[in-house]
């Protein structure tokens, strides 16, 4: 790691500025390791550098996180990738050609660092440390600021232990020992009040409208469950619905999807302990979509244009349930199957 260290500062040699560049959406293991490398790169390169990002931080604890930080983080513009020549751009938690981030397929890239497999296309970038057997690219960046002798601020630490708890589920998914041992060595420069506010931020009330859509519309298939839950307030809603519904008894495949925009929105989740969520996700998305992931936790976009949302959502079940060798019968099991009391 220390040499893995050395060639990250010098692919970022001559550099005037340098953007750094989260996936789309960003969370916490998105912002928290952009942070970090913003920070790296202040104290041990004196370079300035932009954390920019397409897409939306909607999620409740996203926000608060960003918000704890201070961090000033600003929309990508189409402007970025002009008079590029003395600007580095660096790609954290996501890759070039991956389809979950602004940068042009073909844009050359001087730094990725990323803990989800490998594409074939990231020899576009001067220096790339990409290590699927992470749970959390906050893992990464915290082993890169301690071999720099650089303590993170309280916040950081706090942002880069809740990346890794949040992305590893609080080490029971997908935890290496490299996480192990990152999380336990943050864990004392901590603000412990912070981070409990963070997770436990408060939700808009349109949270709970996603939330009822999620509950009426969900349908069991054996051991997996399904919902579409139509448009969102932000992307990400899916994604804190499949974590919801994993949790129930028996299930060990959830898969819901929302629209956002333009977009079909797909979160796989699983509890399957051979993993499989990226393998799925990228049946589902597979010729009309991009998609990617982990083992047990993965996701995709699909560009809807004219195409009917609940005909797409009908057709992409029909692909899960292929994936899974599970009844092509599109009804399902509800699970609520109750009318609602009133009291009127």
């Known amino acids: ?28 293991d998105a912002v928290a390791s952009a942070a970090a490398l913003q920070y790296l790169l202040l104290h041990k390169l004196d370079l300035p550098a932009e954390i920019v990002y397409e897409g939306i931080i909607g999620r409740a604890e996203n926000k608060a996180l960003v918000n704890f930080l201070n961090t000033p983080l600003r929309r990508f513009r189409s402007d970025d990738l002009e008079d590029n020549s003395h600007t580095a751009y660096l790609l954290v938690d996501t890759q070039p050609g991956s389809g979950n981030n602004p940068l042009p397929a073909d844009q050359p890239v001087a730094v990725v660092i990323d803990h989800h497999p490998p594409l ?3 020899n576009l970038a001067i220096f790339n440390i990409i290590t699927p057997d992470l749970g959390a690219t906050s893992t990464i960046l915290t082993e890169f600021l301690r071999l720099a002798n ?18 590893t589920r609080g080490l029971s998914r997908g935890a290496s020992p490299a996480d192990i041992a990152a999380y336990f060595y943050l864990q ?52 804190e619905m499949a974590d919801l519904l994993l949790r129930i008894e028996q299930i060990r495949w959830a898969i819901c999807m929302n629209t956002f925009e ?44 004219n195409q009917d949302p609940i005909k797409l959502a009908r057709d992409l079940l029909n692909r899960t349930l292929s994936f899974l060798n599970l009844s092509q019968d599109l009804e399902g099991q509800p699970l609520v199957d109750r009318k609602p009391l009133h009291l009127s």
């Open 1 to 28: 790691m220390q040499e893995q260290l050395n060639r990250l500062l010098e692919a970022l040699e001559g550099a005037e500025k340098a953007l750094i560049i989260p996936h789309n959406d960003p969370d916490p």
């Open 120 to 122: 074939d296309n990231n």
């Open 150 to 167: 650089l303590q993170p601020t309280r916040e950081l630490a706090t942002a880069l232990f809740y990346g890794i708890k949040s992305d």
């Open 188 to 239: 004392p420069l901590i603000d412990v009040d912070a981070l409990v506010d963070i997770e436990q931020a408060q939700v808009p009330s349109e949270y709970f409208q996603s939330l009822a859509m999620t509950l009426q519309n969900a349908r069991v298939y054996g051991d997996t469950i399904f919902a579409y839950i139509g448009k969102t307030e932000y992307p990400d809603m899916a994604a």
């Open 262 to 305: 333009n977009q079909m929105i797909i979160s796989v989740r699983t509890q399957n302990p051979n993993g499989g969520a990226d393998d799925l996700v990228k049946y589902i998305a597979k010729g009309i979509g991009s998609a990617g992931g982990h083992g047990m936790l993965a996701g995709g976009q699909i560009r809807l244009d």
